[in-house]
């Protein structure tokens, strides 16, 4: 019986005949990135005068959690470490690994970075992003003489 990732493989669609290296290593990548199979997910939400964005990173440490805004660009990296074998354990089947996360996300406004706010509850990132106040025109009193 072939693995799973052998039964996606081009060369097992192909009858096991050579691929060139290039492509070769394209599938590879495409194949081994979580990510394009929809394992990471996020919503982006606006609501009257803030932005929210929710990401599904079960299984994370909160403390392993960084965000970061920048203009109207939001950047989310976490990392779970894979566990360490516990003392003389002798594993039939180990599928929980260590994991490395990292999404940017263009913002479709400017935020006021100052007021920003992150929960991380139930395996859900949840940010709320406050809008920048739209920039309001000034009223300029005219004095004759």
């Known amino acids: 019986m072939l693995a799973r990732w052998q039964e996606l493989s081009p060369l097992h669609w192909l009858g096991n005949r050579e691929l060139p290296q290039e492509l070769s290593g394209w599938f590879d990548a495409l194949l081994s990135?979580?990510?394009?199979?929809?394992?990471?997910?996020?919503?982006?939400t606006q609501e009257d005068d803030r932005f929210i964005v929710r990401i599904a990173l079960p299984g994370f440490?909160?403390?392993?959690?960084?965000?970061e805004v920048l203009g109207d660009f939001l950047t989310?990296?976490?990392?779970?470490?894979?566990?360490e074998p516990e003392e003389g354990a002798h594993y039939l089947c180990r599928e929980r690994s260590g994991e490395h996360f990292?999404?940017?996300?263009?913002?479709?406004?400017?935020?006021n970075?100052?007021?920003v706010n992150a929960r991380y509850?139930?395996?859900?990132?949840?940010?709320?992003?406050p809008r920048e106040e739209a920039l309001k025109p000034q009223?300029?009193?005219v004095e004759a003489k």
Request: glycine letters at 6%.
């Open 33 to 44: 990135d979580n990510r394009r199979f929809g394992n990471w997910q996020f919503n982006l």
């Open 61 to 67: 440490d909160p403390e392993s959690i960084e965000a």
């Open 76 to 83: 989310v990296r976490a990392e779970r470490r894979l566990e």
């Open 102 to 111: 990292e999404e940017t996300i263009r913002l479709p406004g400017k935020v």
């Open 113 to 115: 970075a100052e007021t």
């Open 121 to 129: 509850v139930n395996g859900v990132l949840t940010i709320t992003l």
């Open 139 to 141: 009223s300029i009193k």
